[in-house]
């Protein structure tokens, strides 16, 4: 597995729009790395994506990324879910006749899903585009996992209930890879001892 950070922004992205303020302009000036996106993660290997904030087209663009085997939500705010029309975009092939979509899988945890029906009409636009052949749903209910490339991905939530993390194992080497919300988390002893934490400022 291969870590690609695509952005670490957090929910205000820096420069932040009409912002004149010395982090802002230097980010301006400077570009990469003062410069930050919405929070997202790929992952090499399982060519996994994790999190579309409104950002993630030119976060692709400017990646390594060369193929999107799944994407995979933590959580419903809007600073990681209302990029999603990226799934249309990696999908749908707009040449041939008729179309042949490659069909995204988007795995979607059991508070998730539930989250989704409710908050920014991201089940309906999901629904869409799995109605148009450019994704596959997969509902994970909580302590179900997923296997992409030979690795292992269990999602679990946080003391947020509404989020979760991610461990994934591959080949004896583990990662944990939390995206948001860590308050009053405490890490059970499943994910203690792991080769590799990606945990959010808190």
Same mark, same amino acid.
């Not at 695509?6 to 932040?16: E, N, V």
């Not at 988007?106 to 989250?115: A, K, T």
């Not at 991201?122 to 994704?135: I, N, P, T, V, Y």
């Given at each position: 597995?291969?870590?690609?950070?695509?952005?670490?922004?957090?929910?205000?992205? $820096?420069?932040?729009?009409l912002c004149n303020c010395n982090v802002c302009s230097e980010a301006r000036d400077k570009g990469v790395p003062y410069s930050r996106m919405g929070p997202s993660i790929f992952v090499h290997g399982p060519d996994l994506l994790i999190d579309t904030p409104e950002e993630i087209y030119n976060q692709i663009n400017?990646?390594?990324?060369?193929? &999107?085997?799944? &994407?995979?939500?933590?959580?419903?705010?809007?600073?990681? &879910?209302?990029? !999603?029309? +990226?799934?249309?975009?990696?999908?749908?092939?707009?040449? *041939?006749?008729?179309?042949?979509?490659?069909? $995204?899988?988007?795995? $979607?945890?059991?508070? +998730?899903?539930?989250?989704?029906?409710?908050?920014?009409?991201?089940?309906?636009?999901?629904?869409?585009?799995?109605?148009?052949?450019?994704? *596959?749903? *997969? !509902?994970?209910?909580?302590?179900?996992?997923?296997v992409l490339n030979d690795t292992k991905v269990s999602p679990f939530r946080l003391a947020e209930d509404y989020v979760?993390?991610?461990?994934?194992?591959?080949?004896?080497?583990?990662?944990l890879i939390a995206m948001d919300e860590l308050n009053d988390w405490v890490p059970p002893k499943e994910v203690m001892g792991v080769d590799l934490a990606i945990l959010p400022v808190v």
């Open positions: 597995m291969e870590i690609e950070f695509l952005g670490t922004g957090g929910a205000i992205t $820096i420069p932040r729009p400017r990646s390594t990324v060369h193929d &999107v085997k799944g &994407v995979i939500y933590s959580h419903w705010h809007p600073d990681h &879910v209302m990029g !999603r029309r +990226v799934i249309e975009s990696l999908s749908a092939d707009w040449i *041939n006749d008729p179309p042949q979509h490659k069909k $995204i899988d988007v795995y $979607i945890p059991q508070q +998730v899903d539930l989250d989704f029906k409710t908050f920014l009409g991201s089940r309906d636009h999901l629904d869409f585009f799995e109605s148009q052949g450019f994704a *596959n749903l *997969n !509902r994970l209910t909580d302590g179900e996992s997923l979760y993390a991610f461990l994934m194992e591959k080949d004896h080497k583990e990662v």
